[in-house]
T-cell receptor
């Protein structure tokens, strides 16, 4: 079945860049997403990329998609302590993108 | 952006009782809503997909008689946990997919923390 994998933990120093990686198995993915979850809270959509794009940039966030390798990454420039959270990679697929699969989440810790 | 609310945000109930959780899309119409369950330090697990005006589609292993879903309108879906037990304690998150529009994004609610004593 469909599977999305992420490393579970990442620690960076404040001001450095963070790169969170994700791999997925379903080549028919329609959209790929990055969500942020702060402790005790729901999910916040950070950004998404359509499967025929290679890159998307939004302020401090850069998403890179390598469709051949089924690899997605999220780069956060100038990481701040407020960026500490769990980041979930997700893919949607199906004719209308109606099916949704989440990765296990990467816990980002930002050290002062 | 699109906003999805959930009510209540936290609920504590006694074992054997039923609990209803509401999910509302506040500023858009959602033909499809999703219900997820999240255990501590784990990812979201899709429980069911709810389409307005039709029966929900449940994922394998999810008891439809225990987790009753009603999607009565384009802005409201409810999840009722019937005869709740302590193992049902979890964080329940709903999401809504906007009908129409250029994107197929899902918008997530803030979640409801259910504790069954």
């Amino acid at each position: 079945g469909e599977d999305v994998e992420q490393s579970l933990f990442l620690s960076v120093r404040e001001g450095d860049s963070s790169v969170i990686n994700c791999t997925y198995t379903d080549s028919s993915s329609t959209y790929l997403y990055w969500y942020k979850q702060e402790p005790g809270a729901g999910l916040q959509l950070l950004t998404y990329i359509f499967s025929n794009m290679d890159m998307k940039q939004d302020q401090r966030l850069t998403v890179l998609l390598n469709k051949k390798d089924k690899h997605l990454s999220l780069r956060i420039a100038d990481t701040q302590t407020g960026d500490s959270a769990i980041y979930f990679c997700a893919e949607s697929f199906g004719n209308y993108g109606q099916n949704f699969v989440f990765g296990p989440g990467t816990r980002l810790s930002v050290l002062p | 952006g699109a906003v999805v609310s959930q009510h209540p945000s936290r609920v504590i109930c006694k074992s054997g009782t039923s609990v209803k959780i509401e999910c509302r899309s506040l500023d858009f119409q959602a033909t499809t809503m999703f219900w997820y369950r999240q255990f501590p330090k784990q990812s979201l697990m899709l429980m069911a997909t709810s389409n307005e005006g039709s029966k929900a589609t449940y994922e394998q292993g999810v008891e439809k008689d225990k987790f009753l879903i009603n999607h009565a309108s384009l802005t409201l879906s409810t999840l009722t946990v019937t005869s709740a037990h302590p193992e049902d304690s979890s964080f329940y998150i709903c999401s809504a997919r906007a009908s129409g529009g250029p994107g197929l994004e899902q918008y997530f609610g803030p979640g409801t923390r259910l504790t069954v004593t």
